[in-house]
């Protein structure tokens, strides 16, 4: 790794904890119920992290840009959670993904424009978290105790983004398998802005798997393929056992997006050992200004080592201050 790599972390560790402990500062009992979460698995660990240290830099890079360009953005997050994420094996809290979208975006321009997203659209179905969640957010985030295909949600989006001169949305979609509609996403798609979209490629990979398999217990219905897909294009796949691999899925998938977005980049986001992965899949327009922004995190993201993951918690939390010992 070349120190302008090692320096390109760096700094972007050092922007995820600053993020994390203002955080922290705002809500402090929720940092504390958090740090309670006991579990010492190091690999969700390093997917969390990996994927909020993008989330944060594409969500700096945009609101930078789309400030500028558009008279009101909106942050959309259909599976919100608390607000905060506890790194597994780190025994560290970190700002989850409304709170990074609150604090990420730089706050004031050299021509003193703020580049704070205009509204917070949060969707999280479990009462408890989205309670926690509403004690940190502020008074412009509308947050819905709905599952995020309830039509009511794309109905409060439409009409607030028909309400605006020239609107424009960031949306982060954040499942834990395949809990996103294709319909969903579809009249989500049809409105200006950009998603990131995981698509989470290993438990998609484990349902499918028992979808095929010859036990009869337990198998998943098609109809969760079938909204997930908005159609039966997944079931061109062979099954594993004939060839078939999730990555035919991913790709199914990603070009179902084309008609909606030309520029569809899919960042491949692992566990250590390898034994856990998912994509996440940034969606944008053609010409879209942040494209070479997007790329750099990609080949970062992708090109790290299982080592280098655990020197970057080090430095994350503490235990190493600097990355001088990786020459
Ligand atoms: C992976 S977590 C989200 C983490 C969050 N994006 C972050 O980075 O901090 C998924 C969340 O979606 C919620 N959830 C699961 N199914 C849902 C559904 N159908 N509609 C809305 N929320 C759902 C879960 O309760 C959980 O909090």
New binding site residues.
């Given amino acids: 790794m070349s120190k302008k790599e090692l320096d390109w972390w760096k700094k972007r560790i050092g922007i995820l904890k600053g993020l994390s402990e203002q955080a922290q500062e705002f809500c402090p009992e929720i940092a504390e119920a958090a740090k309670n979460y006991q579990n010492n698995d190091e690999n969700v660990g390093a997917w969390s992290f990996l994927?909020?240290l993008t989330l944060a830099y594409y969500i700096n890079v945009y609101t930078t840009i789309a400030q500028k360009n558009f008279s009101d953005i909106f942050y959309i997050?259909?599976?919100?959670?608390?607000g905060f994420?506890n790194l597994r094996g780190l025994n560290e809290v970190i700002a989850?993904?409304p709170v990074i979208a609150r604090i990420a975006p730089q706050k004031e321009t050299k021509e003193g424009i703020s580049k704070d997203f205009t509204e917070f659209i949060l969707?999280?179905?479990?009462a408890k978290?989205a309670e926690r969640l509403s004690k940190i957010m502020p008074e412009n985030a509308t947050i819905f105790t709905k599952?995020?295909?309830d039509s009511a949600v794309m109905e409060y989006i439409e009409k607030r983004m028909a309400a605006c001169r020239k609107p424009h949305y960031f949306a982060?979609i954040?499942?834990?398998c395949m809990?996103i509609k294709w319909s969903t996403l579809e009249r989500l798609m049809n409105l200006p802005g950009d998603l990131i979209i995981n698509f989470m490629t290993t438990p998609i990979s484990r349902v499918w798997g028992s979808f095929h398999s010859e036990v009869k217990e337990d198998k998943p219905g098609r109809e969760i393929f079938d909204e997930f897909f908005g159609d039966d294009s997944w079931l061109h796949v062979p099954p594993a056992r004939d060839g078939g691999k999730v990555e035919d899925l991913l790709e199914i998938y990603v070009n179902k997006i084309e008609p909606y977005r030309k520029k569809r980049i899919p960042i491949k986001v692992r566990g250590l050992s390898g034994n856990f992965c998912y994509h996440m899949i940034v969606v944008t327009k053609e010409y879209c200004p942040w494209e070479d922004a997007i790329n750099r995190v990609k080949t970062r993201v992708e090109s790290v080592t299982d080592a280098r993951i655990k020197n970057l918690f080090d430095i994350f939390n503490g235990r190493q201050g600097t990355l001088d010992d990786f020459y």
Avoid: I, R, T
């Fill in positions: 994927k909020l997050d259909l599976f919100a959670g608390d994420n989850g993904s969707v999280e179905q479990d978290k599952d995020a295909n982060f954040d499942p834990y809990q």
